[in-house]
């Protein structure tokens, strides 16, 4: 892949979604289907929404899912046809068809996948080669989990192999994501709680092997996790809102909009359009930037960019700050 030895964060916009009353919106995850579609996962009202990216307008909602959704993906595209993995918290994995003809869009459950194991709180799901990878929280001791993830058959719900990843406290949480660039690479985003606050971090695995461990002191709350099309790891963080922005090694390149206003969640690479989708949580905004890469200050020609100008935020200061651990 090119290498960029800096980068900005283009802002492009941002879309309102259509409000649904009497909801406060919660959304654990999103994915942008198309340059004009995008499906928000609703934690709290327990349903799923598919809006257009363009308006924001309310094109379906499908609430018969058995309990509330924590995240979404894409397992296949067939024509007009689109098939999704929807993670739940009381475990099982539904599979999804949406079918859109004309202005019409029909969703519907096409079976249940139950887990082959035991997960006290399910968190992240990603589709991978006619595999499912899966991470969350299994209790020990009344308030101490194991959060772990593991590769599941997306036939019959076998577990493959489990990988524990570190300890947590009670609302510890993780997200995963893949390498397109690496299909043995995986991406786990670990809030460990503030009990065991030197396990939170990004966690880099190949093979299922742990490669290194990414800390940093403005990455105590880290949520959605999404890796573009080089390979480039971006990383939302919650309390302390920014967005981490990381090689695929795990060395990091810049921390994006330090101080905004509104916690970020979920974030996703779409890659026709070459941007990036941020949920603001408990609104129904999601912010569209476009990631600009350089390369000894001027832009690489193989990582495409814009031509927009925009004062970079960048972390050249604080490099010491942050702690990249490679595991032998």
């Known amino acids: 892949m090119a290498t960029a030895n800096h980068s900005e964060l283009v802002y492009v916009g941002t879309v309102e979604l259509e409000h649904v009353p009497d909801l406060a919106p919660n959304y654990s995850s999103l994915v942008v289907l198309s340059h004009d579609k995008v499906i928000v996962l609703d934690n709290m009202a327990g349903n799923l929404r598919l809006h257009s990216i363009l308006d924001g307008q309310l094109l379906a909602v499908y609430d018969k899912l058995e309990s509330a959704p924590c995240d979404i993906c894409i397992c296949s595209t067939h024509d007009n046809e689109i098939k999704m993995a929807v993670w739940l918290e009381t475990c099982p994995i539904e599979i999804l068809s949406i079918k859109f003809t004309g202005l019409t869009s029909t969703i519907t459950t096409v079976r249940k996948l139950d887990i082959m194991m035991k997960f006290d709180d399910c968190q992240g799901v990603k589709y991978l080669n006619e595999k499912l990878l899966i991470c969350g929280r299994q209790q020990y001791n009344r308030n101490d989990y194991s959060l772990c993830w593991c590769i599941v058959s997306v036939t019959d719900g076998h577990v493959d192999k489990v990988n524990t990843i570190c300890n947590g406290e009670d609302y510890s949480l993780c997200y995963m994501s893949t390498n397109p660039q690496d299909d043995n690479m995986v991406y786990v985003s670990c809030d460990a709680g503030i009990e065991y606050p030197s396990n939170t971090g990004v ?38 809102p920014c967005i981490h922005h990381l090689t695929e090694k795990g060395q990091l390149v810049t921390v994006y909009l330090e101080g905004m206003t509104s916690d970020p969640s979920a974030i996703f ?33 193989e990582l495409q960019g814009s031509d927009e100008k925009k004062q970079p935020v960048s972390d050249e200061d604080e490099q010491d700050e942050q702690e990249v651990m490679p595991v032998q």
Not at 226 to 234: A, C, K
């Open 203 to 240: 966690y880099g695995y190949r093979n299922s092997t742990l490669e290194f461990l990414y800390q940093h002191k403005n990455l105590d709350y880290p949520r959605g996790i999404t890796v573009d099309r080089w390979g480039y790891i971006f990383v939302c963080n919650y309390y302390s």
């Open 269 to 301: 690479w779409e890659e026709q359009q070459g941007l990036l989708y941020i949920t603001k949580f408990r609104t129904n905004l999601i912010a569209v930037y476009r990631p600009v890469y350089h390369q000894g200050g001027h832009k690489d020609p």
